[in-house]
């Protein structure tokens, strides 16, 4: 990131693409692999994401659907094109980037193996997962979605890119999203740090149940103790994640975790707690006030976690569907071929067809001197 940097500022890239920084998004890799493998760019007749590639196979058309090409960081926020001056800028070359298309477009008919095409039509949809999970539910005006996984993706569907200082600085995303949206959201560790637990517990033979970890957290009834943030560096790929978080725990002068009950509830609390700091900031670049939190995804079947957050953050958790991903995809298909009029409609059948749980915030007062001492955690270390 440092090497790209030289070339083109990080507040222009910003500016132009309005997406979070992170040292594995595309634009960087293919940064490396200019310096690194330039004849790689000579053979390549064209650049195409995995999904892309799918399509490419299905149909024998190259195209690149909007909502994944967007966490490239080489589409320009704005004009929903390419970025080519940036590309240009950073030697990239703009032959390799194909045609853009909108999520919901029909690409073509399915390419059969003797070369002839058969009577089914292949549909772009939502390429990137939280575009599709997204598309299922609605989460606009006072409400927020959590797609709730390894990532917990936080955010809003807005009409058009926050791309700002204040957006710059607190590393928020402008993904591209469908019908003209954006998602504007901020990638957090998530449940990453609990299934990395269970691993090391694992290797020493310990072997949890997610439902067995949850149960056991659930019955220590306490107000948030021991406090970690879940995006602190130590936490992104440690060789030994509990070792990690007790590392972090002893640096603090904070207790710690005795058990996998505790490990994980010193996991759901900080999550909880970074949710509201992460809606406050979402307030903040929108001038909106949310109310509800629309839990979405695997994450969604974790009634502690979901409760918690209630708590923590003093919204509405509405939970559900679970697999969102899969529904707005479908969701996408349905609108593109006409068998709903609107992705409204196709939502509404959505919310009709799978059952949510609704978690009410509870002793929220208990949980302001923990939330000032996260905050203060994130702050100082």
Known sequence: MASAFARVSRD????????????????????????????LFDRAAALVTIPDLMHYWLTGRIACEYTNATTTQCVDATTRMWATSLLDRMDLPSRLFGRLVEAGTILGPLRLPDGTTGAVDVV?????????????????????????????????????????????DLNFTNEG???????????????????ACRRDWAARGETLSYDAIVAAASGLARPPGTLIDPDAPAFLNPPNMPEAIADACRRTGQPVPVDAAAFARTIFDSLALKYRVVLEWLEELTGRTLTTIRVIGGGARNRLLNQLTADATGRVVIAGPVEATALGNLAMQMVATGQVPSL??????????????????????????????????????
């Not at 409400?143 to 569907?157: I, N, R, V, Y």
């Not at 990638?187 to 299934?195: D, E, M, R, Y």
Request: hydrophobic share 40%.
């Open 12 to 39: 222009e890239i910003y500016r132009t693409t309005g997406i979070q920084f992170l040292p594995f998004n595309t634009l960087f890799q293919l940064h490396a692999a200019r310096t690194q493998q330039p004849d």
């Open 124 to 168: 772009a949809p939502a390429c990137h997962d939280t575009g599709s999970a997204v598309a299922a539910v609605h989460a606009s005006g006072q409400t927020a979605f959590l797609s709730s996984g390894t990532w917990s993706l936080l955010g809003m569907e807005v009409a058009a890119p926050v791309i700002g200082d204040r957006a710059r």
């Open 177 to 195: 999203g469908v019908l003209g949206t954006t998602r504007l959201l901020k990638n957090i560790a998530g449940l990453w740090l609990l299934q």
């Open 344 to 381: 409204d409609e196709a939502r509404d059948i959505i919310e009709r067809s799978f059952p949510v749980e609704r978690f009410e915030p509870r002793h929220t007062n208990d949980w302001e001197p923990a939330y000032r001492r996260f905050r203060d955690y994130m702050e100082h270390g």
